[in-house]
């Protein structure tokens, strides 16, 4: 049973994540952290060295510990470690959502970051895309810069990847709107200056 809140659990680890400071839990939100899709217990197993179950316990014992204690003056965390059909994942809480919103839109007449505008361009040319293929074409983990266009209206989901199940990023109407464009079809030719998608795969890319 995962512990009462506030209380994390200790877990014994013989494999790499025992060697690190705060153990299995500690190492979990690390990883979770720098993933850019849900993981599910088996794989953060395969890559910390221990079972299955092991993570699993971990996960529910983190989860409940981010929820609080009020009657005990453990506050809840902005964010929650939330358990999908894919996996397991850091995301901020719904009840944040107006603070969230208004951080990443403020100043939204503003231009588009250096960041913004590379992973824009990329799900532009290379749509539909996932997450972890736009990380892997930038080099660096892209949720925050795509969190901000989606929010802009510029980017959006539609649909999964068949094979990894990751939501598949499109440009929009507003995109097309904002670009002066009737369709995509009208984009400059840039798209050879970029890697094929083929060549990168998002598990790779994780």
Known sequence: MPPQSGRPMAFA??????DYPGGLPACLEAVLMAADQPQTPADLARVL???????????????????GDPDAGVRPRGFELR??????QFASRAVY???????????????????????????????????AQVAAIR????????RSLAVRGLVREEGVDPDSRAALLVTSALFLDMMGLDSLDDLPSLAPFLPPVDDVTGEDAV
């Open 13 to 18: 680890v013989s494999g790499p994540a025992g």
């Open 139 to 146: 080099g660096v983990n892209s949720d925050g810069v795509i």
């Open 49 to 67: 060295g221990c079972g299955a179950r092991t993570v699993e316990l971990a996960l529910e014992s983190l989860r409940e510990e981010y929820e």
């Open 83 to 88: 358990e999908t059909a894919s996996g397991w």
């Open 97 to 131: 959502e107006p603070v969230v919103s208004a951080f990443v839109t403020d100043g939204q007449t503003a231009r588009l970051s250096q960041a913004a505008l590379e992973a824009l361009a990329i799900v532009a040319y290379r749509q539909p895309v996932t997450r």
